[in-house]
C-alpha cells in the first residue's frame, strides 16, 4: 500500500477534566500546523527540535486568543511512533480547551484520523508489523498484570518474531521442493526425507503455538463466570466478598437481585469477569421473569459456573432441574452458609451430579481462597504458562489451523508419493497464512476490522 500523504490529528487522552490532555498529529504538514500556533516561550530559533518539550502557548491566529498554555513535542520522520513528523500538543484536559485545540489543527490543514490510524500508519510504514499493531489495543484494553506481560511481549514484537522464524523456515523447505522439482531425476531421496522430517519438527511448534490460544484468548477477553442459584443463597454475598466491598444490595428478603450485576476481578493474574445473577424460581412479577431470563443467557454462554447452595437448607426442586440441565458445563457446585448448622445431604448431591464441590462461607470468606484457586486451576489447567508465546487473537488461531492443515496435507502426498509440484502448492499455502499473521499479505478489509477496534487517536 502507497504510504499516505495527508497529516491526520486526533485527541490521543481520554475526554474529561484531568492534569494533562494531548491532540497529536502525524504527516507532512504537522510540523508547519505547529508553527501557526505555538509560540515558545524564550528563543524562537530553539524551539521545535526534535524529541524536545518546549513551554509556551498556543495561540487561535485569526482572534490573536490565548488557547492554553502548553507542552509542545516534535519527533521528525523517521524516527517517531508512525515514521512521519509527528507532534504531540501537551494540554490541560478538558473537553472545551481539547476541542478547541484540535478545530485549531484542523482548520490549518489537517484532517481528523479515523480510529486506529495512528497505528494502521506505523504498520504500513512497516515500523511494526501487524501482531504489534494489534498489541497496542491489548495493552490498552489489559486487565491484570499477566495481561500485560503477555501483550506487552507481543508488542515488543516476540510473537511476530516467533512466526516470522516459523516462516522463514517454511519457506526454506518450499525452496528444497520447488529445487527437486527443477532437477527431476537428479534430485536424491534424501532430499524428500529432510523435507519429512523438517516438517514434522514444524507441525510440532505450530501445533503448540496452536494450542496456545486456549490460555490467550483468558488473557485477552478474561473468563466469564456467572454466580447461580436460587434467591438468598448468598450470590450477592459472594460478589461482595469477591471484590472485597459492598457492591451488591443484600437482603432477607428473596428476589432483591433482579438483573445480571457484571464485575471484573483478578484471580492469580487471570482476567475474571463475574456476574451476579437473579434468584431461579418461578417468576412473582414481570421484573423478576425478565431477570430470570437474563441469567438463563448469561448462563448459556459462561465459560464457568458457580453454582451455589444454601448448606443450611434441604435441596429444592428447582436446583435439581437446574444442576440436571447444567451436566456437561463447566460447572462448581458451591455449598454456601458453612457458618449455619448443615443441612443440605453433600454425600447425595456427590452421588447424583459429577460436579466439584466445595463448601464457603460468604458471610466469613471461609473456604474463598480454595474457591479461588479452583476457579484458576479449571480455566488453566497447570496454570499459567510463563514459556514461549501465546496466541491471544482468534484471526492468529485461525491462520495457525490453515497453515497446519497445509502441512499435514503435504505430509500425506510425501507419503503416498504424489507429485511434488503438489507439495509445493501446499507449502505456498502454509507460508502465505503466516504472512497474513505479520500482515505481509492481507487484504483492506481485514486491516479495516482490526484497525476499527481501536478509539480515536491511537
Same mark, same amino acid.
Given at each position: 500500500?502507497?504510504?499516505?500523504?495527508?497529516?491526520?490529528?486526533?485527541?490521543?487522552?481520554?475526554?474529561?477534566?484531568?492534569?494533562?490532555?494531548?491532540?497529536?498529529?502525524?504527516?507532512?504538514?504537522?510540523?508547519?500546523?505547529?508553527?501557526?500556533?505555538?509560540?515558545?516561550?524564550?528563543?524562537?530559533?530553539?524551539?521545535?527540535?526534535?524529541?524536545?518539550?518546549? +513551554?509556551?502557548?498556543? $495561540? =487561535?491566529?485569526? @482572534?490573536? %486568543?490565548? &488557547?492554553? !498554555? *502548553?507542552?509542545?513535542?516534535?519527533?521528525? /520522520?523517521?524516527?517517531?511512533?508512525?515514521?512521519?513528523?509527528?507532534?504531540?500538543?501537551?494540554?490541560?484536559?478538558?473537553?472545551?480547551?481539547?476541542?478547541?485545540?484540535?478545530?485549531?489543527?484542523?482548520?490549518?490543514?489537517?484532517?481528523?484520523?479515523?480510529?486506529?490510524?495512528?497505528?494502521?500508519?506505523?504498520? +504500513?510504514?512497516?515500523? $511494526? =508489523?501487524?501482531? @504489534?499493531? %494489534?498489541? &497496542?489495543? !491489548? *495493552?490498552?484494553?489489559?486487565?491484570?498484570? /499477566?495481561?500485560?506481560?503477555?501483550?506487552?511481549?507481543?508488542?515488543?514484537?516476540?510473537?511476530?518474531?516467533?512466526?516470522?522464524?516459523?516462516?522463514?523456515?517454511?519457506?526454506?523447505?518450499?525452496?528444497?521442493?520447488?529445487?527437486?522439482?527443477?532437477?527431476?531425476?537428479?534430485?536424491?531421496?534424501?532430499?524428500?526425507?529432510?523435507?519429512?522430517?523438517?516438517?514434522?519438527?514444524? %507441525?510440532?511448534?505450530?501445533? *503448540?503455538?496452536?494450542?496456545?490460544?486456549?490460555?490467550?484468548?483468558?488473557?485477552?477477553?478474561?473468563?466469564?463466570?456467572?454466580?447461580?442459584?436460587?434467591?438468598?443463597?448468598?450470590?450477592?454475598?459472594?460478589?461482595?466478598?469477591?471484590?472485597?466491598?459492598?457492591?451488591?444490595?443484600?437482603?432477607?428478603?428473596?428476589?432483591?437481585?433482579?438483573?445480571?450485576?457484571?464485575?471484573?476481578?483478578?484471580?492469580?493474574?487471570?482476567?475474571?469477569?463475574?456476574?451476579?445473577?437473579?434468584?431461579?424460581?418461578?417468576?412473582?412479577?414481570?421484573?423478576?421473569?425478565?431477570?430470570?431470563?437474563?441469567?438463563?443467557?448469561?448462563?448459556?454462554?459462561?465459560?464457568?459456573?458457580?453454582?451455589?447452595?444454601?448448606?443450611?437448607?434441604?435441596?429444592?426442586?428447582?436446583?435439581?432441574?437446574?444442576?440436571?440441565?447444567?451436566?456437561?458445563?463447566?460447572?462448581?457446585?458451591?455449598?454456601?452458609?458453612?457458618?449455619?448448622?448443615?443441612?443440605?445431604?453433600?454425600?447425595?448431591?456427590?452421588?447424583?451430579?459429577?460436579?466439584?464441590?466445595?463448601?464457603?462461607?460468604?458471610?466469613?470468606?471461609?473456604?474463598?481462597?480454595?474457591?479461588?484457586?479452583?476457579?484458576?486451576?479449571?480455566?488453566?489447567?497447570?496454570?499459567?504458562?510463563?514459556?514461549?508465546?501465546?496466541?491471544?487473537?482468534?484471526?492468529?488461531?485461525?491462520?495457525?489451523?490453515?497453515?497446519?492443515?497445509?502441512?499435514?496435507?503435504?505430509?500425506?502426498?510425501?507419503?503416498?508419493?504424489?507429485?511434488?509440484?503438489?507439495?509445493?502448492?501446499?507449502?505456498?499455502?502454509?507460508?502465505?497464512?503466516?504472512?497474513?499473521?505479520?500482515?505481509?499479505?492481507?487484504?483492506?478489509?481485514?486491516?479495516?476490522?482490526?484497525?476499527?477496534?481501536?478509539?480515536?487517536?491511537?
Amino acid at each position: 500500500m502507497p504510504p499516505p500523504h495527508d497529516t491526520i490529528a486526533a485527541i490521543s487522552t481520554p475526554l474529561g477534566e484531568a492534569g494533562i490532555g494531548i491532540v497529536r498529529l502525524s504527516g507532512p504538514q504537522a510540523e508547519s500546523i505547529a508553527r501557526n500556533l505555538f509560540h515558545p516561550y524564550g528563543d524562537n530559533t530553539k524551539a521545535l527540535n526534535s524529541h524536545h518539550l518546549v +513551554l509556551g502557548q498556543l $495561540i =487561535d491566529p485569526a @482572534q490573536g %486568543e490565548v &488557547v492554553d !498554555e *502548553v507542552l509542545v513535542s516534535l519527533m521528525q /520522520a523517521p524516527h517517531s511512533y508512525t515514521r512521519e513528523d509527528v507532534i504531540e500538543i501537551n494540554c490541560h484536559s478538558g473537553y472545551g480547551v481539547l476541542a478547541r485545540i484540535l478545530d485549531l489543527v484542523l482548520a490549518h490543514g489537517a484532517r481528523l484520523a479515523v480510529p486506529g490510524e495512528f497505528t494502521q500508519r506505523a504498520f +504500513l510504514s512497516g515500523r $511494526i =508489523d501487524l501482531t @504489534q499493531a %494489534e498489541a &497496542v489495543l !491489548e *495493552v490498552i484494553q489489559a486487565r491484570t498484570s /499477566a495481561s500485560l506481560r503477555v501483550a506487552a511481549q507481543h508488542l515488543a514484537g516476540r510473537l511476530g518474531q516467533e512466526i516470522r522464524d516459523l516462516k522463514d523456515r517454511l519457506t526454506e523447505i518450499l525452496s528444497w521442493v520447488e529445487a527437486a522439482i527443477d532437477f527431476g531425476e537428479e534430485t536424491p531421496e534424501l532430499v524428500c526425507d529432510e523435507v519429512r522430517r523438517e516438517l514434522t519438527a514444524l %507441525e510440532g511448534r505450530l501445533q *503448540v503455538l496452536q494450542d496456545s490460544y486456549t490460555q490467550g484468548r483468558l488473557f485477552r477477553e478474561g473468563l466469564d463466570v456467572v454466580i447461580a442459584g436460587r434467591p438468598n443463597v448468598g450470590k450477592s454475598s459472594l460478589l461482595n466478598r469477591f471484590l472485597q466491598e459492598e457492591r451488591v444490595i443484600v437482603t432477607e428478603i428473596p428476589g432483591t437481585t433482579r438483573d445480571v450485576i457484571e464485575e471484573m476481578v483478578s484471580i492469580q493474574g487471570l482476567p475474571v469477569r463475574l456476574s451476579d445473577t437473579a434468584g431461579l424460581r418461578p417468576a412473582q412479577d414481570r421484573a423478576e421473569e425478565l431477570g430470570i431470563q437474563r441469567t438463563q443467557e448469561r448462563l448459556a454462554r459462561a465459560d464457568l459456573i458457580i453454582y451455589l447452595l444454601d448448606l443450611s437448607q434441604p435441596l429444592a426442586p428447582e436446583d435439581e432441574l437446574q444442576l440436571n440441565a447444567l451436566i456437561g458445563r463447566s460447572v462448581l457446585l458451591v455449598l454456601n452458609k458453612a457458618d449455619l448448622v448443615p443441612v443440605l445431604p453433600v454425600e447425595t448431591l456427590r452421588s447424583r451430579w459429577p460436579f466439584p464441590i466445595l463448601t464457603i462461607s460468604a458471610l466469613t470468606g471461609q473456604g474463598l481462597h480454595q474457591l479461588t484457586n479452583t476457579i484458576f486451576q479449571t480455566a488453566t489447567g497447570n496454570g499459567l504458562s510463563r514459556q514461549g508465546q501465546i496466541v491471544t487473537q482468534a484471526r492468529h488461531r485461525q491462520n495457525l489451523v490453515a497453515c497446519l492443515k497445509f502441512i499435514k496435507q503435504g505430509q500425506t502426498i510425501l507419503s503416498t508419493g504424489q507429485p511434488l509440484e503438489l507439495l509445493a502448492l501446499d507449502l505456498q499455502e502454509a507460508v502465505r497464512q503466516l504472512a497474513e499473521i505479520l500482515g505481509e499479505e492481507i487484504g483492506d478489509d481485514v486491516l479495516d476490522r482490526i484497525f476499527a477496534q481501536f478509539c480515536l487517536g491511537k
